[in-house]
């Protein structure tokens, strides 16, 4: 459907197109460029504006080799993918052996359990995040890996989207294993898992974002450097470090380009894995 | 297969899930709940109940009027604007021309961005003396801005940078609805004289929305439980004109140690947030 017949050529489209692109790209390249400048020439061709302020004059890598010099780095991005990924494999595993007794085996009260899963992936961690760490606290959690991750791990979100494609499986291939006689963990592991490809990246981009982005709950839940993941180091920037602007920029960047890389060509499966949470009840 | 009965199985697959979700969601709400109404003794160190006097406390309090209004007037203007710049972003990214996946990508990229990321880059974008936008603005012969800066204009900055951040990203789900919208259906339509508004009513709206739904209840929570970039940028400031609740729960917990107030307030804030959200649900089953 072309909504926008409303013009009778396109280039009117691209002109709207290009200036919306610039206008979300613009943070972004302007932070690209200004991490290779070196500090003394952050601002030097801010004002006024001229091609200068678009592009390094003279090009060098020190932000970047500063930041894990001498600002610990390579630690924090060592503990941001540590987090999450092992929230994602314990989410994954966990999420998806509750979809799967969720579809598969029978008890009783399983609509009522079900109800409460949908239940709390509304709940977001902000919300919670003040009893949760005098829970956290309690099991002496606090500022240690675990805190930050096992929270995190059981999502209701992927429990919902392994079912949803559970239920879309057909069924036969689960029957006639059963009559063979393999268990239900030999069909889990054996049989069904092996298709579940497209579910388990959306969920795998879902609970790694979430886990690369959370700012509140490392914020509250670490104190030392040693757990210090890559947001909470942002933040810290604009706080203690605020004149290494360069080194700033650069951050930011290190922040972006791991997502960016994981979501641009994935982008398909994430959106279809949370466009489909909508398409049955 | 119905006669399952296996309970070893079931308590195997389901168990630590179930475990999780309860001791790290749903207790945690719960026990929020009850610290609402209990307040903290500083000389045993323990709590003692109260029953609804933080909530009255709160509700006499003209930092909490003043928080709540914030809130208020900050989800008034981000979740009608948010959602009405996302469906005009999925309607021109839903246009058939050429490198279109491209376009489509570019407004993928904020989702990468962490709201802290956002926010770092977009304060320095708009500080006052070395900002880009303020270069622009004056190369374009046009007044420079405090922004953040100002008490009329950080609201309206942090509406800004959070909608950069955000509407793509809502786009992205309202264009899969719109694509399930049939060519066949629009073109018969047009040729028997409908317009375009009608088309739109009739039968673009009715196709959008589930995605619409899921779109307009995840935008109202999401921004009614914003909080890290009155964190990052404002800390409230300047004159409290940022002082949302979910920033004042925070500051009464981690600043104050008030832990009984902070939670009333989030009890406040989630009651509002349901109550809202339940009426977007009944308004969006009824029309149409």
Not at chain 1, 136 to 162: E, M, R
Request: hydrophobic share 55%; net charge positive.
């Amino acid at each position: 459907m072309n909504v926008i017949r409303l013009f009778r050529s396109s280039l009117p489209i691209y002109v709207i197109h290009l200036v919306l692109a610039l206008i979300v790209l613009l943070p972004l390249a302007f932070a690209l460029v200004s991490s290779f400048r070196p500090l003394d020439e952050i601002y030097k061709y801010m004002s006024p504006v001229t091609w200068k302020t678009f592009w390094p004059t003279q090009f060098t890598l020190e932000a970047y080799r500063s930041l894990f010099t001498e600002r610990g780095f390579g630690q924090i991005f060592l503990n941001t993918f540590f987090i999450g990924i092992t929230t994602v494999l314990g989410g994954l595993l966990l999420g998806s052996m509750a979809a799967f007794a969720f579809v598969y085996l029978e008890f009783r009260g399983k609509s009522a359990l079900f109800l409460l899963v949908l239940v709390t992936f509304m709940i977001p961690f902000e919300v919670i995040s003040i009893p949760l760490y005098s829970l956290v606290n309690k099991l002496g959690w606090i500022d240690s890996y675990a805190g930050i991750i096992v929270p995190g791990v059981v999502n209701g979100l992927v429990i919902f989207l392994f079912r949803q494609f559970f239920l879309e499986l057909p069924y036969s291939l689960v029957e006639s294993a059963r009559i063979d006689g393999a268990s239900w963990l030999r069909v889990y592991a054996g049989i069904v898992m092996p298709m579940c490809k497209p579910v388990t990246v959306s969920a795998s981009l879902l609970i790694f974002i979430q886990q690369w982005e959370s700012f509140m709950w490392p914020l509250i839940a670490t104190r030392s450097k040693q757990y210090k993941v890559i947001q909470v180091a942002l933040s810290d920037f604009i706080t203690e470090y605020g004149t290494y602007w360069n080194e700033m920029f650069a951050a930011a960047m290190l922040s972006v380009v791991i997502p960016v890389m994981l979501l641009i060509p994935l982008q398909r499966y994430y959106v279809q894995g949370i466009a489909n949470t909508g398409s049955k009840e | 297969m119905r006669s399952e009965k296996n309970i070893g199985t079931i308590l195997l697959f389901l168990f630590p899930a179930l475990a999780g979700l309860v001791l790290f969601k749903l207790y945690p709400i719960l026990s929020g709940f009850v610290q609402s109404l209990y307040t903290t003794t500083f000389i045993t160190g323990g709590r003692s109940f109260v029953g609804l006097q933080n909530y009255i406390s709160l509700f006499t309090d003209p930092v909490f009027w003043n928080s709540l209004k914030v809130t208020l007037l900050f989800n008034v203007i981000i979740n009608p604007l948010q959602i009405l710049l996302a469906f005009f972003l999925a309607l021109l990214l839903n246009a058939k021309i050429k490198r279109i996946a491209w376009f489509r990508s570019v407004h993928f990229v904020p989702v990468a961005i962490s709201v802290p990321t956002a926010c770092m880059l977009w304060n320095i974008m708009l500080s006052p003396e070395q900002g880009v936008v303020n270069s622009i603005l004056a190369a374009l012969g046009l007044p420079q801005q405090p922004f953040l800066g100002s008490s009329s204009q950080a609201l309206g900055s942090i509406i800004a940078i959070a909608s950069w951040k955000g509407v793509g990203y809502w786009a992205l789900f309202l264009l899969a609805g719109l694509q399930e919208v049939p060519t066949s259906l629009l073109e018969a339509s047009s040729l028997d004289g409908a317009s375009r508004w009608k088309q739109m009513i009739h039968i673009v709206y009715p196709m959008l929305k589930r995605p619409l739904t899921f779109v307009v209840v995840s935008v109202t929570t999401a921004n009614f439980l914003l909080f890290s970039p009155m964190y990052i940028l404002t800390k409230g400031g300047p004159e409290n004109s940022t002082d949302v609740l979910m920033f004042e729960s925070f500051n009464n917990a981690f600043l104050y140690s008030d832990l009984g107030r902070s939670s009333s307030i989030v009890v406040t804030l989630l009651l509002i947030t349901l109550t809202i959200v339940a009426f977007q649900f009944r308004w969006l089953k009824t029309s149409h």
